[in-house]
């Protein structure tokens, strides 16, 4: 029997049935390990719905590229450098990787238990700080500004994650407060402000708040036309209610939001970190669901679950990463992990 080559890369019907049916997960490769390889295709793809194959690759490996944090976090993908900056929040430091060694080095400690990062569309770094309780936006010097602090007199929670929008450069930050909860991630105070949304004008400096019709608003991203914002409400951490996806439209480049809705609701376990590929599926970093669950879940525009990456760990944030933004890059909870994908991350961080 012949098979076409590009019919196998992106997994026919059989494959994925077969994925379906699988085990959960059988192993991991270390990045020079001496274990011995899986048959592709890696079980690590759980298949949902048939439109899961066009975003698999048939030959491709999960790698586990380094281990030694104890919540690796907040990953953003630099171009120019050809690295990822990520945080292990406990440690208190950011640490990078290098694609074109695949090392990790520390790039920042202390780092203020940082948490989420990105860059901005002129390529400065942008923190949300967990001890004090800010977002910072670090210049090409490498000297740290403050753009937030406090709201109507009070000091925020703890900024968890944060995004930029094109237009105008302005920047939408998630704050549930949890740098103020434990000492194991920052400080332990009493929080003053509701959870909530914001939204930072970059030309002057204003915080507005978006929303707090959410409990514990976490992970973010822009869809990737920029119309739609998805965040993750990690709820069930602290609340009786299920940890869900909540999508609103974006009303003049972000500075409000409208049409509140439902994305997804999760069963076990929550979702985090969340990424946008190029023709609008979310993929949504997700931790605490155990053997199974634990990973990346894919979700069409629609809503529909596709598929999962499953990984051995908790999965709390994730980037594409590469020229091509084809490579997904994962933040498990003591480990990094890479895999090549068929999607394309919507985008540059």
């Known amino acids: 029997m012949v098979m076409d080559r590009r019919h196998f890369l992106t997994t026919s019907a059989a494959t994925a049935a077969a994925l379906a049916a699988g085990p959960a997960f059988a192993g991991h490769r270390h990045r020079a390990g001496g274990r011995a390889p899986d048959r592709y ?9 048939d ?7 048939g030959n491709a490996p999960l790698s586990r590229e380094w281990t030694g944090s104890l919540w690796a976090e907040g990953c953003a993908w630099n171009g120019v450098g050809r690295y ?8 208190n430091r950011q640490l990078r990787w290098d694609e074109v060694t695949g090392h990790v080095t520390e790039l920042r400690r202390p780092s203020n238990f940082s948490n989420g990062n990105t860059f901005d569309f002129q390529g400065r770094q942008i923190s949300c ?12 010097e490498g000297d740290a500004e403050v753009l937030a602090e406090s709201y109507d007199g009070k000091p925020l929670n703890a900024p968890n994650d944060v995004v930029v929008h094109p237009e105008d450069g302005g920047m939408i930050f998630t704050d549930p407060g949890y740098g103020s909860h434990w000492w194991y991630e920052g400080n332990v105070r009493e929080l003053e402000l509701p959870t909530a949304v914001y939204h930072i004008d970059a030309a002057s400096g204003a915080l507005t708040r978006l929303t707090d019709e959410i409990f514990k608003p976490n ?8 119309q739609t914002l998805y965040v993750a409400d990690t709820a069930a951490t602290h609340h009786p209610e299920p940890a869900q996806v909540i999508a609103w439209d974006v009303v003049d480049n972000g500075r409000s939001l409208s049409n509140r809705r439902v994305f997804t ?7 985090d970190g969340i990424r946008a590929d190029r023709d609008g599926n979310i993929w949504a970093a997700t931790a605490f669901g155990g053997e ?3 990973g990346v879940h894919v979700y069409a525009p629609d809503g529909t679950k596709l598929g999962q990456i499953m990984l051995p760990e908790s999965c709390a944030n994730l980037a594409f990463v590469g020229k091509r933004r084809n490579r997904l890059f994962m933040c498990g909870s003591q480990s990094i992990y ?7 991350g919507a985008h540059p961080w």
């Open 41 to 49: 295709p890696d079980k690590a793809w759980k298949v949902l719905d």
């Open 51 to 57: 439109r899961f194959g066009k975003l698999m690759i």
């Open 84 to 91: 990822v900056v990520f945080s292990d929040i406990p440690n």
């Open 129 to 140: 700080e967990h001890s004090t309780a800010r977002v910072v936006r670090y210049s090409w």
């Open 219 to 226: 992970g973010l991203c822009f869809s990737a036309d920029y």
């Open 265 to 271: 609701t999760l069963e076990a376990g929550f979702h």
């Open 292 to 294: 199974g669950v634990d």
């Open 338 to 344: 890479t895999i090549y994908t068929a999607a394309q």
